[in-house]
């Protein structure tokens, strides 16, 4: 009978324990300046390690309900506050930067190949910076409205969204307010970038407190202008033997993509819309667009790059590639959105990598970005282009020419000539750089998404751009990289 008596007590002191310990751990994180209700103690199926992640909501509407879903990770390193924060968009528009970057490319973790559990991605870029991975706008992922009309959104909108989103996620974590700050992504984010970048320069240039430590852009394969990128498309299949000479100067001959938009295919020539019908079938559905060196089933995020296809209408790409559900059926179990603090009103959806009830712009892919980049750099903040080699929908070819015109438009000379950079003893790609604050780089061997393809490259890639050097010339290797 004592012994039946004292289990009760046991009980309770172990229950006061727990609680003295949640509220320890609470108040250690609102001392450290950091969210305790965000904290992610530990994800299903992860393995174990030394840094800390956090994800959660920020509300950046309240009144029309409109609320961002962010994840966060720590940089690997004995004292995160000191490394840089990076922010991380994909594209789409309208997907998943937490399926895409954080889960697929350059954060720690890969789904394992059952869906239940996570893998180490020793490549992570969080080993050079602090990341943080949005779901943007409002209806990718788990980001929602309460206002349905919200749904209707474009360009300006997610700009600003994402500029109130990074103003009250640094009130959550004021230790990263001073930090340097990074804006990255790729494809689409091509769009979104420079776009929050210019929101930010106006903020500090308004504001007299609470300025952004801004300091370079960063974007993969992005989408700059439309009427320069599409026709990059059929070079590249020229240019690698993907469609005949007579089909690539049939399309050269007959197509005029000097003001090509979104609403321009219906007026494209017969003529035009014959020659790249059969470059499409030349093609063909078994190779996979984003990445022409490989086979068309493997585990891809481009899921989220389907939405380009809407920019080309009659020009769609036809791309035909296997998926891997593995990164849907982990996020949609219980207990991993649980574990993320995710999906707190209950969403009548599952999450998926692109939104399926956002209506998007279908007119602001034809926006030309070059401007915005203008501005940016006489900014100087450095801006950095980066393409993988291996890409065929938004292709080098296209991307390093508007570079080029967007340094002489700005009057800038060629400080770093063309030539290969390395990585590890070999080629990584090729680089050059115009008046000491613009950067074009290939990586050598890599897709449409970069980090996935190439995670080694990538990451050098990174580590160089945000500790503010130059990519090596050289087969020498520095100390630290």
């Known amino acids: 009978m004592r012994v039946s008596q004292m289990q009760p007590l046991s009980l309770l002191m172990l229950s006061l324990q727990a609680s003295f310990a949640v509220l320890l751990l609470a108040a250690t994180a609102f001392v450290q300046g950091y969210p305790a209700d965000d904290l992610v103690f530990r994800l299903p199926g992860q393995p174990k390690v030394g840094f800390r992640q956090f994800a959660g909501y920020v509300d950046v509407d309240p009144k029309a309900g409109r609320s961002l879903f962010y994840y966060f990770v720590e940089a690997d390193v004995t004292d995160p506050s000191t490394k840089p924060l990076a922010l991380w968009l994909n594209g789409g528009p309208g997907c998943s ?30 080993k050079a910076s602090n990341l943080l991975f949005v779901e943007s706008p409002a209806g990718v992922g788990w980001s929602y409205s309460n206002t ?36 990255t992504g790729e494809s689409y984010a091509g769009h979104y970038i420079p776009q929050l970048a210019v929101a930010l320069l106006d903020h500090n240039a308004h504001s007299s407190m609470s300025k952004l430590n801004l300091k370079g852009v960063a974007i993969g394969n992005p989408l700059l202008r439309l009427d320069r990128d599409i026709p990059a498309t059929y070079e590249f299949f020229w240019s690698h033997g993907m469609i005949s000479d007579e089909v690539g100067l049939a399309i050269m001959s007959n197509c005029d993509f000097d003001d090509y938009t979104y609403e321009s295919p219906h007026n494209i020539s017969q003529s035009c819309n014959d020659a790249i019908s059969k470059a499409n079938n030349m093609v063909g559905d078994y190779v996979n667009n984003y990445d022409v060196l490989l086979d068309v089933c493997y585990p891809s995020i481009v899921e989220q790059e389907l939405r380009l296809r809407k920019m080309a209408t009659k020009l769609s790409l036809g791309v035909d590639v296997c998926m891997t559900f593995e990164r849907r059926f982990y996020f949609n179990l219980p207990e991993v959105q649980q574990a993320l603090h995710a999906n707190r009103t209950g969403l009548p959806y599952s999450w998926s990598m692109c939104s399926s009830i956002l209506n998007y712009s279908d007119t602001d892919g034809n926006i030309d970005i070059l401007p915005l ?3 940016i750099v006489q900014s100087h903040i450095p801006v950095w282009v980066f393409s993988g080699d291996q890409d065929s929908v938004v292709p080098l070819i296209g991307s390093r020419s508007l570079v080029r ?32 604050l613009l950067t074009f780089v290939t990586v050598r061997g890599a897709a449409h998404m970069v980090p996935f393809a190439q995670p080694s490259r990538a990451l050098h890639l990174f580590s160089s751009f945000v500790r503010g050097r130059r990519l090596p010339n050289t087969t020498r290797t520095p100390v630290d990289d």
């Open 148 to 183: 349905t009309s919200d749904y209707n959104c474009g360009d300006e909108s997610a700009a600003k969204d994402m500029h109130v989103f990074l103003m009250r996620w640094l009130e959550k974590f004021p230790e990263y307010k001073a930090n340097d700050l990074f804006l």
């Open 405 to 436: 015109e967007l340094a002489d438009d700005i009057g800038f000379k060629v400080t770093v000539p063309y030539g290969a950079w390395f990585h590890k003893g070999q080629v990584g790609g090729w680089v050059t750089e115009y008046g000491n």
């Open 97 to 126: 930067s937490i399926g895409g970057g954080a889960f697929t490319e350059l954060g720690p973790f890969y789904p394992q190949g059952d869906g239940r559990g996570l893998r180490r991605n020793s490549m992570s870029w969080n």
């Open 373 to 375: 980049l203008k501005r």
